[in-house]
């Protein structure tokens, strides 16, 4: 077995629409939480030359702050960039099946959507919202 030890590393960016509305809700100590998915797209062309769409879904989660970012600024086709880490957890279903699931926990996202503004009729990209460390430590 290798002597050498790997850094710790755990960071995913990716870029993608919302595939619906987000779902704010409250854990039982009151810290806001919010799930989504999003739809990733890859296009690519293949053997033959013609062009192919891949697309990956993907499972977010933001809490406190960014959650009620993403709850009030958010909605199905938003498009985001995110940061943030690679967590797995598993789901206790009421029939006893467990289900094993991968998701990001996001650290930082960026609403990609242009905002309308009523004063110049011109569009403004959205602000970007980072969670802060001491929002990360508590979840």
């Known amino acids: 077995m290798s002597l050498t030890r790997l850094p710790n590393l755990n960071r995913v960016m990716i870029v993608g629409n919302l595939t619906k509305d987000p779902e704010l809700r409250s ?29 990956c879904y993907v499972g977010v989660v933001a809490w406190q702050k960014l959650a009620e ?12 960039y995110i940061e943030g880490e690679l967590r797995s957890r598993t789901l206790d279903h009421d029939d006893g099946t467990r289900h094993s699931l991968v998701e990001i926990r996001a650290h930082h996202i960026q609403f990609l959507d242009k905002a309308e503004r009523l004063d110049e009729g011109r569009g403004e990209a959205d602000e970007c919202i980072e969670a802060s460390e ?3 430590d508590k979840t």
């Open 27 to 55: 854990t039982t100590t009151g810290v806001p939480v919010v799930n989504f998915r999003i739809a990733s797209n890859r296009r690519f062309k293949d053997n033959s030359g013609e062009w192919k769409e891949d697309v």
């Open 69 to 80: 970012s993403c709850a009030s600024k958010l909605k199905k086709g938003s498009a985001v």
């Open 134 to 136: 001491s929002e990360l």
